[in-house]
Protein backbone atom coordinates (compact mmCIF):
# COMPACT_ATOMS: atom_id res chain seq x y z
CA UNK A 1 0.00 0.00 0.00
CA UNK A 2 1.27 3.22 -0.91
CA UNK A 3 4.38 1.83 -3.00
CA UNK A 4 3.56 4.15 -5.96
CA UNK A 5 4.73 7.04 -3.31
CA UNK A 6 8.21 5.66 -3.58
CA UNK A 7 9.15 3.01 -5.86
CA UNK A 8 7.65 3.23 -9.86
CA UNK A 9 10.29 0.78 -11.08
CA UNK A 10 11.46 -2.61 -9.72
CA UNK A 11 15.15 -2.37 -8.79
CA UNK A 12 16.53 -6.46 -9.18
CA UNK A 13 19.39 -7.29 -6.98
CA UNK A 14 20.76 -10.36 -5.46
CA UNK A 15 22.07 -9.00 -2.63
CA UNK A 16 21.26 -11.91 -0.68
CA UNK A 17 23.40 -14.04 -3.05
CA UNK A 18 26.31 -12.36 -2.49
CA UNK A 19 26.12 -11.59 0.99
CA UNK A 20 25.61 -15.65 1.65
CA UNK A 21 28.77 -15.78 -0.23
CA UNK A 22 30.79 -14.07 1.51
CA UNK A 23 28.91 -14.95 4.87
CA UNK A 24 28.43 -11.43 5.54
CA UNK A 25 25.42 -10.78 7.99
CA UNK A 26 22.69 -7.56 7.34
CA UNK A 27 23.54 -5.97 10.30
CA UNK A 28 27.55 -6.29 9.75
CA UNK A 29 26.65 -4.92 6.11
CA UNK A 30 24.12 -2.12 7.06
CA UNK A 31 27.00 -0.82 9.95
CA UNK A 32 29.47 -0.71 6.68
CA UNK A 33 27.15 1.22 4.74
CA UNK A 34 25.43 3.56 7.16
CA UNK A 35 21.85 1.82 6.86
CA UNK A 36 19.52 0.34 9.26
CA UNK A 37 19.55 -3.20 8.81
CA UNK A 38 16.21 -3.66 8.43
CA UNK A 39 17.04 -1.72 4.94
CA UNK A 40 18.92 -4.47 4.29
CA UNK A 41 16.59 -6.65 4.47
CA UNK A 42 13.64 -4.45 2.67
CA UNK A 43 16.23 -4.30 -0.41
CA UNK A 44 16.97 -7.64 -0.70
CA UNK A 45 12.73 -8.28 -0.82
CA UNK A 46 12.48 -5.74 -3.39
CA UNK A 47 10.26 -3.52 -0.75
CA UNK A 48 13.08 -0.85 -1.28
CA UNK A 49 15.21 0.70 -4.10
CA UNK A 50 18.09 2.02 -2.98
CA UNK A 51 19.39 5.57 -3.81
CA UNK A 52 22.16 5.72 -5.97
CA UNK A 53 24.47 6.62 -3.43
CA UNK A 54 23.63 3.78 -0.31
CA UNK A 55 23.76 0.89 -3.95
CA UNK A 56 26.92 2.42 -4.67
CA UNK A 57 28.09 1.84 -1.43
CA UNK A 58 27.15 -1.39 -0.97
CA UNK A 59 28.65 -2.50 -4.52
CA UNK A 60 32.04 -0.39 -3.08
CA UNK A 61 31.86 -2.93 0.43
CA UNK A 62 31.62 -5.95 -1.53
CA UNK A 63 33.99 -4.53 -4.33
CA UNK A 64 31.89 -5.34 -7.15
CA UNK A 65 30.56 -2.97 -9.68
CA UNK A 66 27.36 -2.33 -9.04
CA UNK A 67 25.56 -3.47 -11.90
CA UNK A 68 26.57 -7.30 -10.79
CA UNK A 69 24.41 -6.49 -7.61
CA UNK A 70 21.61 -4.07 -9.41
CA UNK A 71 19.60 -4.45 -12.46
CA UNK A 72 16.54 -3.28 -13.51
CA UNK A 73 16.24 -6.21 -14.81
CA UNK A 74 15.98 -9.66 -13.56
CA UNK A 75 19.06 -11.25 -13.20
CA UNK A 76 19.98 -14.77 -14.65
CA UNK A 77 20.63 -18.04 -12.42
CA UNK A 78 24.50 -17.59 -11.53
CA UNK A 79 24.88 -21.25 -12.50
CA UNK A 80 23.24 -19.93 -16.04
CA UNK A 81 25.87 -17.23 -15.85
CA UNK A 82 28.39 -19.63 -14.98
CA UNK A 83 28.12 -22.86 -17.41
CA UNK A 84 25.42 -21.19 -19.58
CA UNK A 85 21.89 -22.03 -20.17
CA UNK A 86 22.33 -25.43 -22.19
CA UNK A 87 23.92 -26.91 -19.19
CA UNK A 88 26.68 -29.20 -18.45
CA UNK A 89 26.63 -30.23 -21.94
CA UNK A 90 27.69 -27.51 -23.52
CA UNK A 91 31.78 -27.05 -24.28
CA UNK A 92 31.53 -24.02 -25.76
CA UNK A 93 29.49 -22.13 -23.17
CA UNK A 94 31.62 -23.96 -20.22
CA UNK A 95 34.85 -22.21 -22.03
CA UNK A 96 33.06 -19.19 -22.14
CA UNK A 97 32.14 -19.18 -18.87
CA UNK A 98 35.67 -19.70 -18.18
CA UNK A 99 37.04 -16.89 -19.95
CA UNK A 100 34.66 -14.69 -18.18
CA UNK A 101 35.68 -15.58 -14.90
CA UNK A 102 39.26 -15.33 -15.99
CA UNK A 103 38.36 -11.93 -16.56
CA UNK B 1 25.38 11.93 2.71
CA UNK B 2 26.26 8.91 4.73
CA UNK B 3 23.54 8.54 7.98
CA UNK B 4 24.44 7.27 11.19
CA UNK B 5 22.52 4.76 11.66
CA UNK B 6 24.01 2.58 14.25
CA UNK B 7 25.23 3.38 17.91
CA UNK B 8 28.72 2.98 17.23
CA UNK B 9 30.56 5.99 15.08
CA UNK B 10 30.72 5.77 11.66
CA UNK B 11 30.44 8.83 8.77
CA UNK B 12 28.81 11.37 10.26
CA UNK B 13 27.83 8.97 13.54
CA UNK B 14 30.42 11.17 15.59
CA UNK B 15 27.95 13.74 15.46
CA UNK B 16 25.51 11.01 17.30
CA UNK B 17 25.45 12.62 21.07
CA UNK B 18 25.21 9.84 23.77
CA UNK B 19 21.25 10.57 23.96
CA UNK B 20 21.00 9.53 20.63
CA UNK B 21 22.65 6.27 20.77
CA UNK B 22 20.40 5.83 24.04
CA UNK B 23 17.15 6.20 22.31
CA UNK B 24 18.59 4.24 19.28
CA UNK B 25 19.37 0.82 21.77
CA UNK B 26 15.70 1.64 23.22
CA UNK B 27 13.79 2.16 20.07
CA UNK B 28 15.79 -0.95 18.70
CA UNK B 29 15.23 -3.39 21.56
CA UNK B 30 14.29 -6.56 19.95
CA UNK B 31 11.59 -7.55 22.87
CA UNK B 32 8.60 -5.27 21.07
CA UNK B 33 9.66 -7.53 17.74
CA UNK B 34 6.84 -10.26 18.43
CA UNK B 35 4.14 -7.63 18.97
CA UNK B 36 4.62 -6.12 15.41
CA UNK B 37 5.79 -9.33 13.75
CA UNK B 38 2.46 -9.69 11.80
CA UNK B 39 -0.27 -6.78 10.17
CA UNK B 40 -2.69 -8.52 12.42
CA UNK B 41 -0.72 -7.58 15.14
CA UNK B 42 0.06 -4.41 14.26
CA UNK B 43 -3.68 -3.28 13.65
CA UNK B 44 -4.15 -4.71 16.82
CA UNK B 45 -1.18 -2.41 18.90
CA UNK B 46 -2.46 0.44 16.94
CA UNK B 47 -6.29 0.18 17.90
CA UNK B 48 -5.31 -0.58 20.85
CA UNK B 49 -3.45 2.38 21.35
CA UNK B 50 -6.28 4.67 19.83
CA UNK B 51 -8.72 3.25 22.15
CA UNK B 52 -6.91 4.22 25.09
CA UNK B 53 -6.06 7.57 24.08
CA UNK B 54 -10.06 8.06 23.42
CA UNK B 55 -10.25 6.53 27.35
CA UNK B 56 -7.57 8.80 28.93
CA UNK B 57 -9.16 11.77 27.13
CA UNK B 58 -12.15 10.76 28.32
CA UNK B 59 -11.06 9.81 32.03
CA UNK B 60 -9.37 13.38 32.16
CA UNK B 61 -12.01 15.21 30.82
CA UNK B 62 -14.77 13.74 33.52
CA UNK B 63 -12.73 14.69 36.04
CA UNK B 64 -12.19 18.38 35.11
CA UNK B 65 -16.10 18.43 34.43
CA UNK B 66 -17.48 16.31 37.32
CA UNK B 67 -14.44 16.75 39.65
CA UNK B 68 -15.16 13.09 40.95
CA UNK B 69 -12.07 12.28 42.86
CA UNK B 70 -12.37 7.88 42.35
CA UNK B 71 -11.37 8.88 38.54
CA UNK B 72 -7.97 9.45 39.32
CA UNK B 73 -7.63 5.85 40.18
CA UNK B 74 -8.88 4.42 36.34
CA UNK B 75 -7.04 7.18 34.70
CA UNK B 76 -3.63 6.21 36.83
CA UNK B 77 -4.46 2.82 35.34
CA UNK B 78 -5.01 4.02 31.78
CA UNK B 79 -2.16 6.39 31.71
CA UNK B 80 0.09 3.72 32.87
CA UNK B 81 -1.23 1.35 29.74
CA UNK B 82 -1.13 4.13 27.53
CA UNK B 83 2.82 4.79 28.24
CA UNK B 84 3.47 1.16 28.03
CA UNK B 85 1.57 0.87 24.23
CA UNK B 86 3.07 4.35 23.46
CA UNK B 87 6.49 2.17 23.84
CA UNK B 88 5.34 -0.32 22.01
CA UNK B 89 4.63 1.34 18.73
CA UNK B 90 7.50 3.17 18.97
CA UNK B 91 9.79 0.44 19.51
CA UNK B 92 7.81 -1.08 16.60
CA UNK B 93 8.52 1.51 14.26
CA UNK B 94 12.14 1.22 15.19
CA UNK B 95 11.49 4.92 16.89
CA UNK B 96 10.76 6.21 13.56
CA UNK B 97 8.95 8.98 14.99
CA UNK B 98 10.92 9.67 18.50
CA UNK B 99 14.84 8.87 17.19
CA UNK B 100 16.12 12.20 15.51
CA UNK B 101 16.77 12.50 11.75
CA UNK B 102 20.30 12.26 11.78
CA UNK B 103 19.79 8.52 13.23
CA UNK B 104 17.52 7.78 10.76
CA UNK B 105 18.51 6.28 7.21
CA UNK B 106 17.25 7.20 3.77
CA UNK B 107 14.57 4.32 3.76
CA UNK B 108 13.47 5.25 7.66
CA UNK B 109 13.42 8.77 6.48
CA UNK B 110 11.15 8.18 3.21
CA UNK B 111 9.00 5.72 5.38
CA UNK B 112 8.86 9.10 7.97
CA UNK B 113 7.75 11.45 5.16
CA UNK B 114 5.06 9.06 4.02
CA UNK B 115 3.77 8.41 7.22
CA UNK B 116 3.39 12.34 7.60
CA UNK B 117 1.67 13.11 4.42
CA UNK B 118 -0.88 10.37 5.10
CA UNK B 119 -1.54 11.16 9.04
CA UNK B 120 -1.98 14.99 7.62
CA UNK B 121 -4.55 13.84 5.62
CA UNK B 122 -6.73 11.50 8.07
CA UNK B 123 -6.41 14.18 10.83
CA UNK B 124 -7.62 17.01 8.45
CA UNK B 125 -10.37 14.45 7.59
CA UNK B 126 -11.16 13.94 11.54
CA UNK B 127 -10.70 17.18 11.79
CA UNK B 128 -12.84 18.25 9.19
CA UNK B 129 -15.25 15.89 10.05
CA UNK B 130 -15.58 17.28 13.90
CA UNK B 131 -16.22 20.58 12.48
CA UNK B 132 -18.88 19.36 10.37
CA UNK B 133 -20.92 17.70 13.29
CA UNK B 134 -20.41 21.30 15.07
CA UNK B 135 -21.94 23.32 12.09
CA UNK B 136 -24.41 21.00 11.51
CA UNK B 137 -25.51 21.05 15.16
CA UNK B 138 -25.69 25.32 14.80
CA UNK B 139 -27.77 24.72 11.91
CA UNK B 140 -30.08 22.60 13.04
CA UNK B 141 -30.43 24.82 16.31
CA UNK B 142 -28.82 23.05 18.87
CA UNK B 143 -27.26 25.87 19.65
CA UNK B 144 -23.62 24.27 19.20
CA UNK B 145 -22.84 21.18 21.78
CA UNK B 146 -23.18 23.06 24.89
CA UNK B 147 -21.57 19.85 26.97
CA UNK B 148 -18.17 20.32 25.27
CA UNK B 149 -15.86 22.99 26.22
CA UNK B 150 -14.14 24.71 23.39
CA UNK B 151 -10.70 24.11 25.38
CA UNK B 152 -12.07 19.86 25.34
CA UNK B 153 -12.18 20.36 21.55
CA UNK B 154 -8.89 22.11 21.55
CA UNK B 155 -7.81 18.91 23.47
CA UNK B 156 -8.72 15.93 21.72
CA UNK B 157 -7.36 17.82 18.09
CA UNK B 158 -4.38 18.30 19.45
CA UNK B 159 -4.05 14.45 20.62
CA UNK B 160 -5.17 13.52 17.06
CA UNK B 161 -2.56 15.84 15.50
CA UNK B 162 -0.14 15.05 17.37
CA UNK B 163 -0.63 11.03 17.41
CA UNK B 164 -1.69 10.54 14.12
CA UNK B 165 1.90 9.87 12.30
CA UNK B 166 2.82 7.17 15.11
CA UNK B 167 -0.60 5.44 13.92
CA UNK B 168 -0.60 5.30 10.87
CA UNK B 169 3.69 4.69 11.07
CA UNK B 170 2.34 1.76 12.95
CA UNK B 171 -0.17 0.30 10.39
CA UNK B 172 2.46 1.02 7.05
CA UNK B 173 5.55 -0.86 9.15
CA UNK B 174 6.39 -4.13 7.07
CA UNK B 175 6.99 -7.27 8.20
CA UNK B 176 10.80 -8.02 9.97
CA UNK B 177 13.24 -9.56 6.99
CA UNK B 178 13.56 -13.50 7.98
CA UNK B 179 16.02 -14.35 9.83
CA UNK B 180 19.65 -13.71 8.99
CA UNK B 181 21.35 -17.16 8.28
CA UNK B 182 24.89 -15.32 8.67
CA UNK B 183 23.75 -14.28 12.00
CA UNK B 184 23.32 -17.93 12.60
CA UNK B 185 27.01 -18.59 10.88
CA UNK B 186 28.85 -15.55 13.01
CA UNK B 187 27.01 -17.06 16.67
CA UNK B 188 27.95 -20.99 15.77
CA UNK B 189 31.50 -19.45 15.13
CA UNK B 190 31.98 -17.60 18.43
CA UNK B 191 30.47 -20.81 20.24
CA UNK B 192 33.37 -22.53 18.60
CA UNK B 193 35.73 -19.77 19.36
CA UNK B 194 34.32 -19.49 22.94
Known amino acids: MYNFLYMSEQVHNRL ?9 SRKQLAEAVGAHYQTIGH ?7 PSLD ?20 PFRPLSDELYGPQGHGNQRDRQDSADRGAR | MTQPTTERAFGDAKKATKYDRAMFR ?6 VRPAFATAGR ?10 LTVATLTCTSLLYVRDTAWLVAPLAVLLVLWVVATGMLNGGTRG ?4 RTRMLDERQRADRDRAGA ?11 AAAGVFVLAEAVGADGLPGVPAVWVLVYALAAVWL ?16 DFADEFQDGAADGAG
Open chain 1, 43 to 49: IERGQYN
Open chain 2, 164 to 179: MPLWVAGLQARDEPAD
Open chain 1, 54 to 73: LALRIAEYFELPVEVLFALR
Open chain 2, 42 to 51: RRAVVSAHAA
Open chain 2, 26 to 31: VMNDAA
Open chain 1, 16 to 24: AVIRAERSV
Open chain 2, 96 to 99: LLEL
Open chain 2, 118 to 128: VAHRAATALLA
